[in-house]
């Protein structure tokens, strides 16, 4: 470890949030993490009564947010390292789906991100330092029937860190999105919203993808604390990438996927090009 940082990272009750936390604890690090409840911020401070501090925090607050950092950087000091974490999965077909459905996947897994990078971002632009990490998905790459507005969100996230890369990589400011392919956590379980089926024509389809996700569950080939040492590993990297990919099922998907996509723009190219002058 080169130094100690202050990490912000939203959402450390479980999963990904709560096993980077232990290891940046371990690490040395000092962990600020944001919880939805009283008693999960007295199990979060817990952990390291001198250097996890809980924070109370539903990152769809937005007005609330630009307080909670501004407190944070006064009361314990400035954040190097933000680690938008807090999402969630909606699972349903799209046209079963209600669009306020879509609207509360966005606001946690964008609009929240978003928000939480426009309060950090002044203050590491001061600096003149600062690392940004949002927890994307494979499905911000891939895609598969039933969750539409999970991977149109977290499609959403890779664009907005790929372009926010470019804008505060001369201020000294990195940004990685990370998109893991299937680990133990509990997004498939307590955390995920299931739209019902009302529409017989896609029950051949979707049926046994969402029986294979619930029995799946607990199960998936990643483990979420070998992920929190691999998101640490970019942290203390003095060139972090723009993009990573955690699990070999993501990269296989994600492989494909691009491999896919060149061949059919090769397919189409002499279309493509017809429309030029
Ligand atoms: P998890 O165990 O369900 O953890 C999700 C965390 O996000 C919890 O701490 C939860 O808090 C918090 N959260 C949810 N909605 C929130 C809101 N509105 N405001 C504040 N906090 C909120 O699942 P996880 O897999 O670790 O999820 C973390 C991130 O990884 C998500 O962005 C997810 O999409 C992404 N991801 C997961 C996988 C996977 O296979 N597990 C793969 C790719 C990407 P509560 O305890 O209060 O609900």
Redesign the pocket.
């Known amino acids: 470890m080169s130094f100690e940082r202050t990490l912000l990272i939203?959402?450390?009750?479980?999963?990904?949030?709560?096993a980077l936390a232990q290891e940046a604890l371990a690490a040395g690090h000092r962990v600020i993490g944001?919880?939805?409840?009283e008693q999960?911020k007295q199990d979060f401070e817990a952990l390291a009564p001198d250097r996890a501090v809980g924070r109370l925090?539903?990152?769809?607050d937005f007005d609330a947010i630009d307080g909670v950092v501004a407190e944070i950087e006064s009361t314990v000091g400035p954040i190097d390292v933000l680690v938008n974490?807090?999402?969630?999965?909606h699972e349903g077909v799209m046209e079963e789906s209600p669009l306020a459905e879509m609207r509360r996947q966005f606001?946690?897994?964008v609009f929240?991100a978003v928000a939480m990078m426009k309060a950090v971002l002044p203050g590491m632009r001061a600096r003149r330092k600062g690392h940004i990490l949002n927890?994307?998905?494979?499905?911000g790459f891939i895609t598969m029937p039933g969750i539409a507005y999970?991977c149109g969100s977290?499609f959403a996230l890779e664009g907005i860190s790929e372009t926010l890369a470019k804008e505060v990589k001369s201020f000294g400011i990195a940004v990685t999105a990370v998109?893991?392919?299937?680990?133990?956590?509990?997004?498939?379980?307590?955390?995920m919203a299931r739209t019902p089926r009302s529409i017989a024509d896609y029950d051949a389809l979707f049926d046994p993808i969402r029986r294979a996700r619930e029995e799946k569950s607990g199960k998936?080939l990643?483990d979420?604390l070998k992920a929190a040492r691999a998101m640490l590993a970019v942290i203390e990297s003095d060139a972090p990438p723009v993009h990573l990919l955690l699990g070999s099922d993501a990269l296989g998907l994600v492989r494909d996927k691009l491999t896919a996509l060149a061949d059919e723009i090769s397919q189409w190219e002499t279309l493509t090009r017809s429309t030029d002058g």
């Open positions: 939203t959402g450390v009750s479980s999963g990904f949030g709560r944001t919880v939805r409840s999960a925090l539903d990152v769809t974490n807090a999402g969630y999965g606001d946690v897994n929240g927890i994307t998905s494979m499905g999970y977290k998109a893991p392919g299937s680990f133990r956590t509990d997004w498939a379980g307590r955390s998936q990643g979420p």
